[in-house]
T-cell receptor, first 109, second 114 residues
């Protein structure tokens, strides 16, 4: 079956750096997405990787290794507003999105 | 309308009742999706539509139906609600002809079936 694994919860300190990992096993691969979801709100798109390597977008970066079935989202200079759930999703060989359960990130002052 | 809207925002429903959740987008996206989100689980696809006039089943379609009469609207109907359908429902849309074809989500409908 298809599977996306992420840690359930992580805690970090304001101003610090945190890395959220995602491993996947899917039937085919057509890209990996990261979304941010604040409590009680809708998910919003953060980043997309389809080739190996690092994509940087301001304080957020996302890395992909297709051979290892692995991605991470790196958040720098953490702010309190970064407290949210971060969802990893993989587009499989049938172009369907498979979603992880999300990682709840708690930022402490 | 800006983006994608859903109605109602929340609803409490008696088991056995019929309910339609509405979803409208103004981005002229060809593809639309319905998900449910339950605590501890990832978003699960219920039904999708790649273009007006076509629909497909997702991971958890039983008990739900959809229609796509035009580009903008994609209603989700629960024919006879059951308590296990208590969830938060998100509608999403995307331009599948573009890249990276990210999905844009509506604000969600919180549904409780008693």
């Amino acid at each position: 079956g298809q599977n996306i694994d992420q840690p359930t919860e992580m805690t970090a300190t304001e101003g610090a750096i945190v890395q959220i990992n995602c491993t996947y096993q899917t039937s085919g691969f057509n890209g990996l997405f990261w979304y941010q979801q604040h409590a009680g709100e809708a998910p919003t798109f953060l980043s997309y990787n389809v080739l190996d390597g690092l994509e940087e977008k301001g304080r957020f970066s996302s890395f992909l290794s297709r051979s290892k079935g692995y991605s991470y989202l790196l958040l720098k200079e953490l702010q309190m507003k970064d407290s949210a759930s971060y969802l990893c999703a993989v587009r499989d060989g049938n172009y369907q999105l498979i979603w992880g359960a999300g990682t709840k990130l708690i930022i402490k002052p | 309308i800006a983006g994608i809207t859903q109605a109602p925002t929340s609803q409490i429903l008696a088991a056995g009742r019929r309910m339609t959740l509405r979803c409208t987008q103004d981005m002229r996206h060809n593809a639309m999706y319905w998900y449910r989100q339950d605590l501890g689980l990832g978003l699960r696809l219920i039904h999708y539509s790649n273009t007006a006039g076509t629909t497909g089943k997702g991971e958890v379609p039983d008990g739900y139906s959809v229609s796509r009469a035009n580009t903008d609207d994609f209603p989700l109907t629960l024919a006879s609600a059951v308590p296990s359908q208590t969830s938060v429902y998100f509608c999403a849309s995307s331009d599948s002809n573009g890249s990276p074809d990210e999905q844009f989500f509506g604000p969600g409908t919180r549904l409780t079936v008693l």
